[in-house]
């Protein structure tokens, strides 16, 4: 018996439906016997069900995962801190993109920018620098607080140790799937504020483990970073969140679990399946 399984990730596709190649991918779709269609989030499987795209077939929500050993806390933060030329007795925020920021203005820099400036306008950014990941001083000036801006690392050692490192990550896009910048951070033990937007709920428990604001408030932004930087205890909540839901053993019963039920396996002792990421 065949098996096909479409794990959709990109929020594009999903979000703005009407594409090239959309209609045509959607009757491929449909034409394909036994299929089930992953969404990394719940937000994902909801959205391929509301465009119609998985109306004839199974729909699941099992999250992508991450390398949890890799992506940990560091054993020595403050050694690390200072081999990374950070002052002690700073706050480090940390935003990054996979991509130059000018190729991918969706990423809300820009947003970070004003939320910053109203903490300085409040006193609120003493102590506080920024370390702006795939920026150039160009590319929407802060000229208010200290910014390091630092090319994309392509390193993913790298990148953990500087995520590890960092106090805060802000993640103010304007739109995400299941971004994989927020559970790599919560997997080093950094605590996360985002916009509440797309799957990113499904990562982040308000007020528990990191900060939720409201979609494109950047006051809610600033104050969800100024929250966060009180609240140093978020750093085991946040790691163990990731252990807890996004760890590779717990997507491998879910897979198994599925492709038993897409065979109709009676052998097998069922797994669990949850529908939701939490």
Not at 33 to 55: C, D, I, P, Q
Not at 209 to 235: F, K, M, N, Q, S
């Amino acid at each position: 018996t065949a098996l096909n399984t479409l794990s959709l990730h990109d929020a594009l596709p999903i979000c703005f439906p009407v594409t090239i190649g959309f209609a045509m991918k959607k009757q491929v779709y449909e034409a394909i016997e036994n299929l089930a269609f992953v969404g990394v989030s719940g937000w994902a499987t909801e959205e391929m069900r509301r465009t119609g795209v998985a109306l004839h077939a199974r729909s699941k929500t099992i999250p992508n995962v991450i390398d949890t050993d890799l992506y940990a806390p560091l054993p020595g933060r403050e050694a690390a801190r200072r081999e990374l030329g950070w002052e002690t007795g700073k706050k480090y925020v940390l935003f990054g993109t996979a991509y130059e920021l000018d190729a991918n203005k969706l990423k809300g820099f820009a947003l970070l920018v004003e939320a910053l400036r109203s903490l300085q306008r409040q006193g609120g950014l003493d102590g506080v620098e920024l370390i702006a990941l795939g920026t150039r001083p160009g590319v929407s000036p802060v000229d208010f607080c200290a910014v390091h801006h630092w090319d994309v690392i392509r390193d993913e050692k790298q990148l953990a140790r500087v995520m590890g490192a960092a106090d805060v990550v802000v993640v103010p896009s304007y739109m995400e799937n299941l971004p994989n910048m927020v559970t790599e951070a919560m997997a080093c033990g950094t605590p996360v504020v985002a916009f509440r937007v797309g799957g990113i709920p499904d990562i982040i428990d308000h007020r528990c483990d990191g900060y939720l604001a409201e979609p494109y408030d950047t006051t809610d932004l600033a104050r969800g970073i100024t929250w966060v930087l009180d609240h140093a205890e978020l750093r085991k909540a946040a790691r163990e969140k990731v252990e807890r839901n996004f760890a590779a053993a717990q997507a491998v019963q879910q897979y198994l679990a599925l492709y038993r039920q897409m065979l109709g396996s009676k052998s097998a002792p069922p797994l669990p399946i949850t529908s939701d990421v939490s």
